[in-house]
């Protein structure tokens, strides 16, 4: 089976760095995504690791291991418009693009 | 481009009656696929289509779920007669291509209550 496990929330103040942990127990593994999702809004691409290492993109970076099942995603320069959820998401093992989903961590960013 | 749009945004129904969800993915996305989430669970996966055909339905709760995708364009989600249990967000994705590699691109979603 797959299983994805994250946080259920995170408090961080504007400005400030946070690291969003993830880990998971796949049969197969077809690369992590993280998706951000606002309230009320679609969860939108943020990144995806399919190697081991990191992924830099702007303010948010991405990294991956694959031998120990882990994740996480850093996002520096805090502003009050990241408070959303993350959500660590892999594509399921049969490899049809089927999704599976992390509960997803709620971060409030303070000012 | 126009993004993934569904509709309603929001439906309340009673319990045994019947609610009809549409999705209309990005043109030219053969992929689509139906999520929901519950309250305080993670968004799961329901079905898949590539194009008018479903590829995997592996993830609809019961018979009571119907989805469609005639001519392969926008899909239909039926629950009927719906339970108290089938409250949620509906969530439909497209993708150009199945690949696990592929982002899907999400719709805002369809919160439906059942009362």
């Known amino acids: 089976g797959q299983n994805i496990d994250q946080p259920t929330e995170m408090t961080a103040t504007e400005g400030a760095i946070v690291q969003i942990n993830c880990t998971y127990q796949?049969?197969?593994?077809?690369?992590l995504f993280w998706y951000q999702q606002h309230a009320g809004e679609a969860p939108t691409f943020l990144s995806y690791n399919v190697l081991d290492g990191l992924e830099e993109k702007g303010r948010f970076s991405s990294f991956l291991s694959r031998s120990k099942g882990y994740s996480y995603l850093l996002l520096k320069e805090l502003q009050m418009k990241d408070s959303a959820s993350y959500l660590c998401v892999t594509p399921s093992s049969s490899n049809t693009g089927k999704l599976i989903f992390g509960q997803g961590t709620t971060l409030q960013v303070k000012p | 481009e126009a993004g993934v749009t569904q509709f309603p945004s929001h439906s309340v129904i009673e319990k045994g009656q019947t609610v009809t969800l549409r999705c209309d993915p990005i043109s030219g996305h053969d992929n689509l696929y139906w999520y929901r989430r519950v309250m305080g669970k993670e968004i799961k996966f329901l079905l898949h289509f590539v194009k008018e055909s479903k590829q995997d339905e592996s993830g609809m709760p019961n018979n009571r779920f119907l989805a469609e995708r005639t001519g392969g364009t926008y899909s239909t989600l039926k629950v009927q007669p719906a339970e108290l249990e089938d409250s949620g967000v509906y969530f439909c994705?497209?993708?150009?291509?199945?690949?696990?590699?592929?982002?899907?691109?999400f719709g805002p979603g369809t919160r439906l209550t059942v009362t």
């Open positions: 994705a497209s993708s150009h291509s199945p690949d696990g590699a592929y982002e899907q691109y």
């Open positions: 796949t049969s197969g593994f077809n690369g």
